[in-house]
């Protein structure tokens, strides 16, 4: 338990912060299973667009401070890898 004003203070923010953290990540693994489920379903076009939009997100959650930026551009390179993958794929056969 906190004893001084200043530390209530503190739990109140780390509360609000953790919270608000939470929702960025849920809305960042939300996005990326989409992308999953339409490279699943062999729908490219949807896939760059959901690719897209992760992409986006991620950014986002990286100037809010939730991902470090090497974690957030090495999921990224690793979504790309596989969505080329499928479109090679996709070209060849």
Request: hydrophobic letters at 25%; aromatic letters at 4%.
């Amino acid at each position: 338990m906190p004893n001084t004003k200043g530390a209530k203070k503190r739990v109140k923010v780390i509360e609000t912060k953790t919270q608000r953290n939470r929702m960025i990540k849920s809305r960042v693994k939300t996005a990326i299973k989409k992308f999953e489920s339409s490279l699943e379903n062999n729908n490219i076009e949807e896939a760059k667009e959901n690719y897209k939009k992760v992409s986006e997100i991620f950014d986002k959650a990286v100037n809010k401070g939730v991902y470090h930026r090497n974690k957030a551009d090495r999921q990224k390179s690793k979504l790309a890898r596989r969505l080329n993958k499928h479109i090679e794929q996709e070209q060849t056969g």
